[in-house]
Structure formats: structure tokens, C-alpha cells
């Protein structure tokens, strides 16, 4: 298996290649050469499979052979003991055909642990496996950043210095990047918002002499990895629910377009999958571009659902390069008007086919919070703001008989206030989290200035040469 630049200018990689590269030499993204295809009977033949066993089954064909089989098993099986539910990613129903696909049972309470864990591993392998060091640069609005601190804290190989943005995150999720005592963590506050933390990461990227002299690599859902981890649950869910013999539709709380492009990943891979639909908060540019076929940048609103307070939607690209049926020349320019103008017009066909299998829709904050308190009435159920959000675009935009299933991307416990601002309940941390809120904190404050973060991530990788 092939991975290939979106943009068209990057040498194509195997698998270990892309997972270390994160984002392409020419600023694209990577994705395999072709689907991995799985037939209504090898789908079935998924059926009662243990998470970890449906992970190898389904994962096995990104490798192209480059991981030995008992390694990747162990790598799997290792990433997913990290669970505190022995369904690892469980399904709940909440209505008479709605479920919530709970992917918030890892070490950090939200679903980037499920790719992270296993990211991690992988990574590690790789490097160790070549006598290598990484630095490791990431972005977050919140929940990638304590997730890789989680995953990565002490790995001997590997440092990590996670961008988040100074104030705009919320307290658990701010404690769970800083109060780490591992010495390969590095929490960053950028005096900025997320696309500015996201915008740093990429330009460290592409400044070619700084990428190379610290081995540069990426957690964020740039790496393709993380997409892939993702795909398993589509297929956990969709099985439980009756798959191949019956299709399931899926809403997914979006922001950088990760979470939903590994739904549209399972679906060409063979999974019946019969409506994707994109929920966002009041930073709704991607349900405005369904709406109007253009993609136009406004500033960032703060709401109730951080994570999702996004404007530059970065995955978004490899379904543009699936959309223009993988004509590279057609990203760049599309990529060029958003870098010169914060906005480009998608041609018709193109968005003709985005919306042959996509619909959107957005959640204000106020429409979060009567959701969050209409299910805990109806359902006796707790959503957490990301959550609501999808449950809020499920319930106006679904209907007819095929299963939906909202992606529970948080737990209620990571943002406590504006649950209980909106249900009176406070969501309590599990036990094994309970010291997260008096440990001490360590991070630096840095502005939103490319040299200054370069500077700060070379003094402090050992990578660094
Ligand atoms: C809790 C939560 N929900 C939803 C999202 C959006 O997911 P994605 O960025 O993959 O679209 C995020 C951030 O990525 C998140 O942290
Ligand atoms: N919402 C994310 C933003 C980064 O997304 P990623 O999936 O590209 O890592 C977060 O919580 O950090």
C-alpha cells in the first residue's frame, strides 16, 4: 500500500514513511493510493469480533506488509487495555432508532484516544525499529492535546510539544496537557485561537531546513493514521446494527473533518453507510459550504463546544481531492485561494458528489444546551456540548427507518460547566482522574510567532541536531 499526496507534489510513501512524515513535503495530505476493499461477506464474516480482533481485521490492509502481523496485534491489543469499557467504543440507544456510539471510555474522556493510543505504539515501533528520535508538534482546540500527552508522556523516543490556545480551552482539558511530569512534554499556550496553533504546526512543516533538523512529525488528523484508527468504529457500529444487511447513517460533531472523513473512508471501503451528515457548532463554515458550494473563512466564535471552534478545516482537503476524483492540480488551487483570499468556489460536479453523500447542519449554543437538557429529560442521558451539538443536527435532519448513529466524541466531565449551566447536573471526573484539578500546572505562554515557537521546540528536542 501506496500513500499519496493530496496536492500532487510529494513523493508518494509506504505506510511507516506516512505515519512519521504527518503532513506531505508539499503541504498536502496524505491517503492511500486505493480503498481497501471489503466485500457483504467479509463483513459479515466481522460479525462478534472483539474490538481489537475487528481492528487488525480491518486495519491489516493499510500496513502493505511494512508491520509483522504479531507485532501489529500486540500494538492493537496493548492500545485498546487502555479502555475502561470492555466494549472499548460501546453503543447506546437513546431513541427508538438513534444511538450514541460512546468514544469517550480512554485515559482522556474523548474519542482521540482510540487513534492516539495505537498512533503511539505504532510510532515508537517505527522509530525504534530504526534507531531514530522524533519531535512531535501538534494542535489542538482542546482534546487532541491531552490525548497525545497521554499517549506519548515518557516515551523515550519521541518529544512532544502540543499548541493549544491560551484561555480558549476548557479547565480539565487544559489540566490534562499541563500537569504532566513527564520531561518529552511540552505544553505550549499560543496567544492565539486553534487555527492559529493549527496554522504554526503546518508552517513548521513546510519550512523544509526546520522540519528536517528536528524529524519533524505530526499527531494531529493530518496523520494519516489517526484517520485510519478511526475507521474501526464505523464498522464496530454499523455491525452491531445489523451490517452488511441493513445500512446506518451517522452524524458526526465536526472540526477539522477527521472523525467524518474516516466514516466516508469505511463507506468506500465497503461498509453500508447510507448519509454522513456533518454537525458543527455556530463555526459552521462547513455547513455553509454544503449550503452555498463555497468555502469562505469568518472569524472564530468561542461556544460551549471548544474542540469544535474551528475555521480551517484540514481534512476537509482530502475530500476535496476525492470530490475533484483525485486530480491533485484542482486541490492546489483550491488550496491557493484559501491561502490568499480565505475562501474558493468548489465547481458544481464537485459539489454535486460531496453532496451525494454528505448533508450538514449546525447547532447554536443555545440549541446545545436545550438538546443537553431535552435528552437528559427523554432518555435520562447526559451529552457532553460536542455531543449535543451532532444530536441536535441528527434530530432535525434524520428520518426514515435507516439506524443513526451520533459519534459521542467527549465525556460530560471534561466540560462541567456548560453541562451544568445547561442541566443543573455536575458531571463528576472518574475516579481515576480524580487528582487532575489539584496537580501542578507547567506550561509556556508563547505568541503566536513561527520563529519563536521554532526556537522554543529546538532548544528543548533532543532530536534536534
Ligand atoms: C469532543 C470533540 N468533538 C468533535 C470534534 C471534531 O472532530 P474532527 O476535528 O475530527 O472533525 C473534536 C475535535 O476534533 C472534539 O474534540
Ligand atoms: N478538535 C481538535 C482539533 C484538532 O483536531 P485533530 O483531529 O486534527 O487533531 C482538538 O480537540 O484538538
Known sequence: MQYVSTR??????GFSDAVLAGLARDGGLYVPREWPQFSAADIRAMRGLAYPDLAIRVLTPF???????????????????????????????????????????????????????????????????????????GATSGDTGGAAIDAFAGRDRTDIFIL???????????????????????????????????????????DHAFRDRVSLSGVNSINWARIMAQIVYYFSSALSLGAPDRPVSFTVPTGNFGDIFAGYAAKRMGLPIERLIIATNDNDILARTLATGEYRTKGVFATTSPSMDIQVSSNFERLLFEAAERNAETVRRYMNGLKQSGAFAIEAGEMARIRSEFDAGRATVEEVAATIRATLEKSSYLLDPHTAAAVHVATVRASGPVPMVVLGTAHPAKFPAAVEAASGIVPALPAWLGGLMTADEKYTILPSDLKMVEDYVSRHSRAAR
Open 63 to 137: 500496513l502493505g506488509g511494512e508491520i509483522a502481523a504479531p507485532v501489529f496485534e500486540r500494538l492493537v491489543r496493548e492500545a485498546y487495555a487502555t479502555f475502561r469499557h470492555e466494549a472499548v467504543c460501546p453503543l447506546v440507544q437513546t431513541g427508538k432508532n438513534t444511538f450514541i456510539l460512546e468514544l469517550f471510555h480512554g485515559p482522556t474522556l474523548a474519542f482521540k484516544d482510540v487513534a492516539m493510543q495505537l498512533l503511539a505504539r505504532l510510532m515508537d515501533h517505527v522509530l525504534a525499529e530504526r534507531g531514530q528520535r522524533a519531535t512531535i508538534v
Open 8 to 13: 500532487g507534489e510529494a513523493p508518494a510513501l
Open 164 to 206: 493549544f490556545p491560551n484561555g480558549k480551552v476548557s479547565p480539565v482539558q487544559q489540566r490534562q496537557m499541563t500537569t504532566s511530569s513527564a520531561a518529552n512534554v511540552h505544553a505550549l499556550s499560543v496567544e492565539g485561537n486553534f487555527d492559529d496553533c493549527q496554522g504554526l504546526v503546518k508552517d513548521m512543516f513546510n
